[in-house]
């Protein structure tokens, strides 16, 4: 009798249906990421290299295409719908922020894989940007051992691979705990990453931990303000969560005591946006960027510019447009205040700074706060014109790390402004790629930079916000100062004697710059297409 | 479709640059040539362009005419339209024209190092000066052709790069010359162009957010039946954003200080680029669209505009006479002159606009001859410095009287272009603001000193030691200036084909900012006098 109770009591648990093909992009990746760790294990020394860059490559273009066969199948659009149980949204914003994260790292592993700019004369064997060995010295007996053996630090492309799939789930993330995990499974792989700089070990492992540290607190609040929510909302969905805010939900009673309640709403959701604008950099949550920037191996520093501003920008569109619409009275003020200040700051604070990388990361601070006003939109042009100018952004910063690389003296690269005096004269072709990025992202007309201001600004503007486009404008006018000292420095300045040399890239190097200046071109000339795209991907599922 | 000659004239000296940039660097002296030759022949065909563009315009046609309009970027209503109206035409001419002098007047200006063994320096920089050149005519031909806020605004703020790089870059190699002072000064320009641009940004986005559409024509067209209204806070808002920008560029006291610097450390060639030309752009667009698309405001804000450039007319002539270096008085003239192109536009007058459009002109072509003379002076004895020179007309003739006649230009002689315009100005001004008038016709006898001393003093008086040296011009020399006083006598004596082609232009506008002549209340004299000398320009 008893026994039969229960069975009716409790409904018979089925498996979950699962939309396979819907998540194959994100599939795809892991996939890649875990084959990798296989080929780590059992893939002898001397093939490693080529093998673990043919599975990265090849699981991101399985995942780029899987992406866009989903968007040309409709699911952008019309087919757009939850997947997995409502945990993944396969949506406009989730495929256009995903198409773009592929390929942003697919141009990341072609840096990762450059072996050709460290001098092969003190290592005995081509090496990379990154340490063969945790205590092996660059030029020591140690690394030339390490390096002649064949150890190379080929599990960063595992572990980019991981970064990938958790900034490809990060956006479409429709439930807080998928948002969450998605964040904590693409931020643990990056902290490893930026430890392991060939060069400058201590400031690499010191930006390592700072990251470590400033972003395990960052989770933390996230996770609180998660179960925050939960409390007021009785859901993580995002979707339920908004019916609940907006008063049309039904609540469940064993949470009626806590749910409605608007101080664990309030509380909990300025808890996430901490999570969230920390991993965009917005002030004041930015203190970790120019120390991690700076520490980081330069492709990896690339990278993460890029492609976590995309997914972590994607997550909290879709946190904001999705879940909390109905409070925007209450986040839009603040978000107001968090976008001047980070305008400001950025571009006051970069007008000091003497290291390109720190240079590059405070201009990125800057960029947060640009695409921060076209967020406090709040409608469906403020939508697409962020995720254009996610787009057009990261592409530039890929190309300008890149050049990065090149510039190098003896201790590897000479990243001191003062070393980049006259560079124009050097190697003119290189100064003028590096300019060409530098007005990108001064905003120049005919410049990918300008048509991404010029959407988000518009957006902003139409939404109301014209003190914000005034504020946006005028830090624009600071921002081009420092980037045009950059410019004067190296095609106005006579070269030093000691100066640095550019080395000459691979070809893996050379196509990521090339594709980093096509990109800011035609996003600059012609950018009718890709405005269309974003537009018609700005509609998020609920 | 008809052919869009707009387009090509402002995509020939756009192909010319790239052409010009991807030369293989030059070798020996042929080759050094023909990397100067190939750019001069882009901006001769340009010149027939622009010709052709004047040729083809019908003075009482449509308002806008040669048009052309295609879709850019939908997505923000945005069009690549083009179409001119008189002054568009006439300022493409004088653009046209221009241009090719200065790459006469320059041709040695970014000459490769030589060694020793008369190896040449291997690099692209010669031809990067002219590429740069011709790339600054490209954008600035567009900019006077566009005719959506847009398109314009993306040419005024591209065309700062090739001129940046153009100061920046290439120095006079004169005594006082010094790579600081003029990466200073280029970088001056950009960030004071840069700010008035971005602010300018903010307009054109509020202009947006307002009317949905960056065409001239309909917003113009909504404005006048009435089927669009700014509210008049939007309207000043807008239209200070607006002009904020054209007064850097043009420039208007006191957004003045970075044409001094930038002009003192270019070449002579560049400087007048920058004057006559550039600057143009931003006088250009103060009518365009300014006046067109704010005119309540544009009758608010006046007064004050009209202050501000009479302060400049004083200002600029005064710190002319005292200037110690030749360009950098030059470019005070050209202040002061700013201002009187200004005070003509703003007096809302039609005799007061059409002498500003004439002025453009006049000032271009007369600030052209004065300063390439001077240029060619100061590249014989390799300083910019008054000081340094003197008797100069003993031992170099022709140099001194072409100086003098384009500095006589420079203070409005009768018979000289500069006269006619200065004198519209004066006088559509004083029908309006008779006080301000009264105190802009002082800048004339400043001019004059300025000038007179300027020439008295390095021309004038016993050879100077140094100075024995100085040669006369050279028959390239002579090919720059010879047309370009011709062109003043031409424009001093017989201004009506240049008047015919902008005053309906003038009256349009006046028309539709629903503005009109002050009724003429003095005696019957005075105001046929005023009546005859619009009468000639009609």
């Known amino acids: 009798m008893t026994g039969m109770t229960l069975a009716a009591a409790i409904p018979p648990i089925s498996a979950p249906h699962i939309e396979y093909l819907q998540l194959s992009p994100m599939l795809a990746v892991f996939g890649a990421a875990l084959v990798g760790i296989l080929a780590e294990a059992f893939v002898p020394r001397r093939h490693r290299y080529t093998t673990q860059i043919g599975i990265a490559l090849a699981g991101l273009a399985a995942s780029f295409g899987l992406i866009l066969y989903l968007a040309v199948d409709g699911y952008a659009t019309n087919k757009a719908d939850l997947a997995a149980m409502g945990a993944v949204a396969v949506d406009g914003p989730s495929l256009f922020l995903q198409g773009v994260i592929t390929l942003v790292a697919v141009v990341a592993v072609l840096q990762f894989a450059e072996r050709r700019l460290e001098p092969r004369s003190g290592t005995g064997a081509a090496v990379d940007a990154f340490a063969p060995e945790a205590a092996a010295v660059p030029g020591s007996d140690a690394e030339r051992r390490a390096a002649t053996s064949g150890h190379a630090t080929t599990e960063i492309y595992p572990l980019t691979m991981f970064a990938v799939g958790g900034m490809l789930l990060f956006p479409a993330a429709s439930d807080l705990l998928t948002m969450f995990v998605a964040l904590e499974v693409f931020s643990l792989p990056l902290y490893l990453l930026c430890a392991l700089a060939r060069r400058r070990r201590l400031l690499s492992q010191e930006a390592a931990v700072k990251y470590f540290l400033l972003g395990a607190f960052s989770s933390a609040f996230f996770l609180f303000g998660l179960a925050l929510v939960y409390g007021y909302a009785g859901s993580v969905q995002l979707s339920r969560i908004a019916d609940v805010v907006e008063g049309k939900a039904t609540i469940t009673p064993a949470l009626a005591q806590t749910t409605g309640n608007d101080v664990l709403l309030l509380i909990g959701l300025a808890m996430l946006g901490v999570g969230l604008l920390f991993k965009v950099g917005a002030v004041p949550f930015h203190m970790w960027t120019p120390d991690v920037y700076q520490g980081a191996p330069t492709p990896v520093t690339g990278f993460m510019a890029s492609a976590t501003k995309v997914a972590a920008f994607g997550a909290m569109l879709r946190l904001l447009y999705v879940a909390f619409p109905g409070l925007s009275w209450d986040w839009r003020p603040v978000l107001w205040g968090v976008a001047i200040l980070t305008m400001v700051a950025g571009a006051i604070i970069a007008v000091t700074q003497t290291d390109v990388k720190r240079l590059l990361a405070y201009s990125s601070v800057a960029h947060a706060g640009f695409i921060l006003t076209g967020v406090i939109a709040l409608d469906r042009s403020g939508l697409g014109a962020v995720m254009f100018y996610l787009a057009a952004y990261s592409f530039v910063t890929l190309g300008a790390f890149a050049v990065v690389t090149l510039v190098r003296d003896a201790d590897g690269e000479a990243t001191h402004l003062s070393r980049w005096a006259g560079l124009g004269r050097r190697s003119p072709l290189l100064a003028a790629v590096f300019a060409l990025f530098l007005l990108a992202f001064a905003g120049i007309p005919l410049t990918s930079g300008f048509t991404g201001k010029f959407a988000v600004f518009q957006a902003a503007s139409g939404s109301g916000a014209t003190a914000l486009v005034i504020v946006g404008v005028l830090s624009s006018a600071v921002a081009a100062f420092f980037y045009i000292r950059v410019i004067v420095l190296m095609f106005f300045s006579d070269p030093r004697a000691d100066g640095p040399t550019v080395a000459v890239p691979s070809p893996l190097t050379g196509a990521a710059i090339g594709l980093g200046a096509v990109v800011t071109v035609v996003l600059g000339v012609a950018p009718e297409y890709f405005l269309h795209l974003a537009n018609q991907a700005s509609l998020f599922v609920r | ?538």
């Open chain 2, 1 to 538: 479709m008809s052919f869009p000659i707009l387009t090509v004239a402002a995509a020939l000296p756009a192909v010319g640059a790239v052409l010009t940039a991807a030369l293989p660097p030059a070798t020996n002296t042929r080759s050094r040539d023909r990397n100067k030759v190939v750019p001069l022949l882009f901006s001769l065909g340009t010149l027939v362009l622009a010709c052709v563009v004047a040729a083809r315009y019908q003075p009482h046609g449509a308002r806008y005419q040669m048009t052309e309009n295609h879709s850019w970027i939908p997505q923000f209503g945005i069009n690549y339209s083009l179409g001119v109206d008189g002054l568009g035409v006439v300022l493409i001419l004088l653009t046209g024209v221009l241009v090719p002098f200065v790459m006469l007047a320059s041709w040695h200006d970014a000459d490769p190092v030589v060694d020793d063994s008369g190896t040449f320096e291997r690099n692209r920089r010669t031809q990067g000066f002219f590429a740069l050149i011709l790339a600054v005519e490209a954008m600035v031909v567009i900019a006077f052709e566009a005719t959506d806020v847009f398109l314009f605004y993306v040419f005024f703020e591209a065309m700062l790069i090739p001129m940046y790089f153009l100061i920046g870059g290439f120095g006079d190699r004169t005594k006082g010359e010094d790579a600081r002072q003029r990466s200073y000064a280029a970088v001056k320009f950009l960030l004071y162009n840069l700010l008035g641009g971005l602010v300018m940004l903010a307009a054109v986005i509020g202009l947006y957010t307002i009317t949905h559409t960056f065409s001239l024509v309909s917003i113009t067209t909504a404005l006048q039946n009435g089927s669009l209204h700014f509210s008049s806070t939007a309207e000043n808002a807008l239209f200070l954003g607006f002009m904020f920008a054209f007064a850097v560029k043009a420039p208007l006291w006191p957004l003045h200080t970075w044409l001094p610097n930038a002009m003192g450390e270019a070449t002579p060639g560049v400087a007048v680029l920058i004057t006559a030309v550039v600057d143009k752009v931003g006088t250009f667009a103060m009518l365009r669209f300014c006046l067109q698309l704010f005119p309540q405001a544009s009758k608010t804000f006046a007064p004050a505009i009209l202050v501000l450039s009479v302060i400049g007319i004083l200002y600029g002539a005064l710190l002319a006479v005292g200037q110690k270096d030749i360009k950098r008085l030059v470019a005070y003239a050209s202040i002061s002159h700013f201002g009187f192109i200004i005070l003509g536009i703003f007096a809302l007058t039609s005799q007061g606009q059409s002498g500003a459009e004439l002025y453009m002109v006049n000032h271009g072509v007369s600030t052209a001859a004065w300063l390439l003379v001077a240029g060619f002076l100061m590249s014989r004895r390799g300083s910019r410095l008054i000081a340094d020179y003197g008797g100069v007309q003993k031992v170099a003739p022709i140099m001194a009287g072409t100086f003098l006649v384009g500095g006589l230009a420079i203070l409005s002689l009768p018979g000289l272009g500069p006269f006619v315009s200065e004198f519209l100005v004066l006088v559509g001004t004083f029908e309006r603001y008779p006080a301000l008038g009264i105190v802009a016709t002082a800048g004339i006898v400043l001019a004059a000193l300025y000038v007179l001393v300027l020439y008295q003093r390095t021309m004038t008086g016993p050879v100077k030691p140094g100075n024995e040296g100085v040669g006369d011009l050279k028959a390239r020399e002579l090919v720059v200036v010879a047309p370009l006083i011709a062109l003043l006598l031409v424009l001093g004596v017989y201004p009506k084909p240049i008047a015919d082609i902008v005053n309906p232009s003038v009256n349009q506008t006046l028309s539709q900012m629903g503005q009109s002549d002050p009724t003429p209340h003095l005696t019957s004299a005075h105001s046929n006098a005023a009546t005859t000398t619009t009468g000639g320009g009609q």
